[in-house]
């Protein structure tokens, strides 16, 4: 192991050989018999055999420990592996469905959005090309690292994150469910003018919007909230727009070889 600073607590510590950016466990549904992802970044598709991770960031105390913990408790809300059923309820706003989950005994709003804060941190830390689009400012990576390494969530519209899941399909016993085929996973990008900062993730058809700033007079009601998430159910139509963007990247980069 290399000795240096860790990014996270500022230490002079044994850094480790592999910290992952996008932990792993986001990537359930992607992976194929072989154990590897298939993933687009801008410039072209790759395969990948252990998700995007970087060498001599951080320290064992900070990426076992306080990153850790989050990624442990993002990945059993995600996966619903809580002992206690979890409280979904679905409701149309605008004409638009939205799955809801309110006074849900798993939910912490704490740990969910801090583990958020944490993976647009790692991004923008990152020397990884695949996170080229994510190069946040020194003062906001800063205003970050204090909230994670302090464990200080920040009201809902500070960093405020917006979920849109993908488009849910009708099965062959009459419910409804994911498919495989509304659910790349793509290299995160910026949205910036002079008025608004967005980072966009999409990560097996999830998207995450990161609002990094934005006019002081817009109101904005988050995804994450203290007591509930609102998160957006995409349209098919939405998600086939990106699955064609997908594949013609991946094609441009074939042709190119």
């Known amino acids: 192991m290399e000795i240096g600073k860790c990014k996270l607590c500022l ?17 359930k549904l992607l992976t194929d018999e072989n154990n590897s992802i298939v993933m687009v970044d801008s410039e072209r598709a790759r395969l990948f055999y252990n998700s995007e991770y970087e060498a001599n960031i951080l320290c064992k105390d900070c990426d076992n ?10 990945t059993k809300y995600l ?18 469905e939205h799955v809801v989950r309110e ?17 647009l941190w790692r991004s923008s830390i990152s020397t990884r090309k695949f996170f080229d689009g994510i190069k946040l400012s020194l003062e906001t990576e800063e205003e970050l690292r204090k909230m994670i390494i302090n464990n200080v ?35 995160p990008v910026t949205h910036k003018n002079a008025d608004w900062e ?8 999830m998207t ?6 934005r006019p002081v007079t817009s109101k904005v009601e988050p995804s994450v909230d203290k007591n509930k998430l609102l998160m957006r159910i995409s349209t098919v139509k939405e998600q086939s727009e990106m699955h064609d963007l997908m594949l013609k990247m991946a094609m441009s980069h074939k042709k190119r070889k």
């Open 11 to 27: 230490q002079t510590k044994e850094l480790l050989r592999e910290s992952h950016i996008i932990p792993r466990f986001l990537y």
């Open 153 to 187: 969530p920040g009201e809902p519209d500070q960093y405020s994150c917006f979920i849109f899941l993908p488009p849910l399909i009708s099965t062959p016993n009459g419910g409804r469910g994911f498919h495989t085929f509304y659910m790349p996973t793509m290299s």
């Open 65 to 74: 420990g306080v990153i850790g913990k989050l990624d442990d408790y993002f």
């Open 198 to 205: 967005i980072c966009k993730f999409v990560i097996e058809g």
């Open 208 to 213: 995450y919007y990161f609002v990094i700033s």
């Open 103 to 119: 006074n849900d005994p798993n939910y912490s709003y704490a740990k969910y959005k801090l583990f958020l804060l944490s993976l």
């Open 79 to 96: 996966h619903g592996e809580f002992p206690e059923k979890q409280q979904t309820s679905f409701i149309t706003i605008e004409g638009i």
